[in-house]
């Protein structure tokens, strides 16, 4: 079974460029996540989606960033205009809500880094 | 922001002993999860414990959760140079809800 993909692995862009994130979530998988760690520290929740839904966005930032989930499978996380501070990796997470199981599944990640 | 602590930051042992890292929390939960991260790479996930639930074992894994002490504490046995990585406990408030971690434990073992 594919676990969640992520890209690309690494961006490199100068402030106040944009830039945007891809994720593609393990087959089947209804919920899906959009984390960032910055380093140091544990992952910190920016979105959650239930099919096409974002039900929880209350820690994006939504003066700059945007996110979407067509069709309810693969989603694009974007930032624009990018900040100094937005360094930082974005993990991208899927679960099986309703299941048995309520384990999340984290994908490679993104590492940004903003100069 | 986090929900809660682990302790200790890091960790420094040798090949063959047992790690235990410790984890506490602020709210009421539905399950509490630990988390492996190489240097670099995403999270794998390595346990879950319910808030019903007392004590899990996995391989070489042991898990406890005091919910009365907000508090879980992970137990790996027979350390391996591989078990070295960040370990981070996660929460969730309810079942399928965002994960809540914190800074993590950096475990490094030496052979």
């Known amino acids: 079974e594919a676990g969640v993909v992520q890209s690309p692995r690494y961006k490199i862009i100068e402030k106040k460029q944009p830039v945007a994130f891809w994720c593609n979530p393990i087959s089947g998988h209804n919920t899906l996540y959009w984390y960032r760690q910055n380093l140091g520290q544990g992952p910190e929740l920016l979105i959650r989606y239930e099919n096409e839904e974002a039900v929880d966005d209350s820690q994006l930032p939504k003066d700059r960033f945007s996110a979407e989930r067509l069709k309810g499978v693969d989603s694009t996380l974007k930032i624009q205009p990018a900040e100094l501070g937005d360094s930082a990796v974005y993990l991208c997470?899927?679960?099986?809500?309703?299941?048995?199981?309520?384990?999340?599944?984290f994908g490679p990640g993104t590492r940004l880094t903003v100069t | 922001s986090q929900q809660g602590e682990e302790d200790p930051q890091a960790l420094s042992i040798q090949e063959g002993e047992n790690a235990t890292m410790n984890c506490s929390y602020k709210t009421s939960i539905n399950n509490l999860q630990w988390y492996r991260q190489n240097s670099g790479r995403g999270l794998v996930h390595l346990i879950l414990i319910r808030s019903n639930e007392r004590e899990k074992h996995s391989g070489r894994l042991r898990v406890t959760l005091d919910t009365s002490k907000k508090s879980s504490s992970l137990l790996i046995t027979a350390s391996r140079a591989a078990d070295t990585a960040s370990y981070f406990c996660a929460t969730a408030a309810q079942a399928g809800t965002a994960l809540i971690f914190g800074k993590g434990t950096t475990l490094s073992v030496s052979s």
């Open positions: 997470a899927s679960s099986l809500l309703g299941g048995l199981h309520y384990e999340q599944y």
